[in-house]
């Protein structure tokens, strides 16, 4: 099937009581089906990335740190232990696997690092340690704050579910969030767009409005917000030498807009201005050229 470039994740890995643990123990059916799979202790996380590793994955996914939605540990709290974080990492590198992490914590982005994880998921409590230790690491990792979830559930309140209180927790996390991606752009380290879009407050064909937000709250220009979404991009798929840059011996994958999103990123939330969609020098969403046809009176070849 025709489809954008993947590096194809296995389900998420957390613990009890972390993110995607949605079991109840006074269900019935104890081990609810989840985006995450529970495993605790080294032994059983290493399993559990051995399965993954037989079934294909090129990444692991690690969550680190708790989180505001399916946890019983907060944003700020560390639930992985390091033993369970290496024993991840001993698979991935006998597998030749990539491993990500959902880290919100300041602790969590330090664990990531000190493993050798290569992109970093949220951050948004990044202190000056860790922060210190993501510019040492620029080179080799990837943040991807996913600005988009909390930005919207800041606003949601009587939305969803989501009561005033619940907003205002998210108003918090908003502010500490914008201020550490901002001095993340200033100490060079690559901030990307996306993430956490897909739930009815994040819907897809909405994940370019990260590049407003990177512009409006962490002070990055238009042109730096499409750079992370392009440059970066290929360069998080290890394919930067073929991909997200308009030069000699790039694969052709462009996307033709009507008008200039560096005066009006919105455009690019806008169906009726992508005009043509590009991949490796072939056409999946052809130019509507026609039209150009019939104005001018003239046939183009």
Avoid at 40 to 50: L, N
Wanted: aromatic share 6%.
């Amino acid at each position: 099937m025709p489809g954008s470039w993947l590096v194809a994740n296995g389900t998420e890995i957390t613990l009890t009581g972390g993110l995607g643990d949605n079991n109840l123990l006074h269900l019935p059916h104890y081990e609810t089906p989840s985006f995450a799979w529970v495993a605790d202790g080294p032994d059983a996380i290493r399993r559990v990335c051995r399965l993954l590793a037989r079934e294909g994955v090129d990444l692991l996914k690690l969550n680190l740190s708790g989180d505001m939605g399916t946890s019983a540990w907060s944003s700020e709290q560390t639930p992985m232990s390091d033993a369970e974080a290496e024993a991840a990492m001993e698979v991935a590198r006998a597998g030749g696997l990539r491993v990500a992490a959902h880290c919100r914590s300041a602790e969590s982005v330090l664990m990531a690092l000190r493993h050798g994880v290569e992109v970093i998921y949220h951050a948004n409590y990044a202190d000056e340690r860790a922060l210190d230790a993501l510019e040492a690491a620029r080179d080799r990792i990837f943040v991807g704050p996913a600005l988009g979830i909390t930005y919207n559930l800041s606003q949601a309140a009587g939305q969803w579910g989501v009561t005033a209180e619940r907003s205002r927790v998210f108003e918090r996390e908003l502010e500490v969030t914008v201020e550490a991606v901002a001095r993340m752009r200033k100490r060079g380290i690559r901030v990307l767009p996306g993430g956490d879009y897909g739930f009815a407050f994040t819907p897809h064909c909405q994940n370019a409005r990260d590049l407003e937000y990177f512009v409006k709250y962490v002070g990055m220009t238009p042109m730096e917000a499409l750079l992370s979404a392009t440059r970066h991009g290929g360069e998080i798929m290890m394919m930067g030498g073929e991909l997200g840059q308009l030069k000699d011996g790039y694969l052709a994958d462009l996307l033709l807009v009507d008008g200039d999103p560096l005066s009006n990123l919105a455009i690019l939330r806008d169906p009726a201005k992508l005009l043509a969609v590009m991949k490796d020098g072939v056409f999946y969403r052809d130019p509507e050229i026609r039209s150009a046809q019939t104005r001018w009176g003239r046939s183009v070849a």
